[in-house]
Nanobody, 121 residues
């Protein structure tokens, strides 16, 4: 079984910062792309930031310049540094990873359980 364990969510005031972490556990051989997505109540899940195995990144226009995605392959972990947070950033944040399962012998897209980020005064 492959599991993605997220941490770092919580309540923060507008203008504040949070750092989300997501570690991949299990019998995986390699990880390709990794990303962060979010879903607010009543809205569709959207991509916030993605990072390739080569380190290339992409961001949603709404977070560009405020959020930074990074990864530590030695720890099988992806991070999302969120600065200058706004109330509209409030959502459940999910990490995902395109990983090669040693047990299945194939690539699969795995998702974390989600972590709540609330930006409010």
């Amino acid at each position: 079984q492959v599991q993605l364990v997220e941490s770092g969510g919580g309540l923060v005031q507008p203008g504040g910062s949070l750092r989300l972490s997501c570690a991949v556990f299990g019998n995986i051989f390699s990880i390709n792309g990794m990303g962060w997505n979010r879903q607010a109540p009543g809205k569709q899940r959207e991509l916030v930031a993605g990072i390739t195995s080569g380190g290339s990144t992409n961001y949603a226009d709404s977070v560009k310049g405020r959020f930074t995605i990074s990864r530590d392959d030695a720890k099988n972990t992806v991070y999302l540094q969120m600065n200058s947070l706004k109330p509209e950033d409030t959502a459940v944040y999910y990490c995902n990873a395109d990983a090669y399962s040693s047990n299945l012998g194939s690539w699969r897209d795995y998702w974390g359980q989600g972590t709540q980020v609330t930006v409010s005064s």
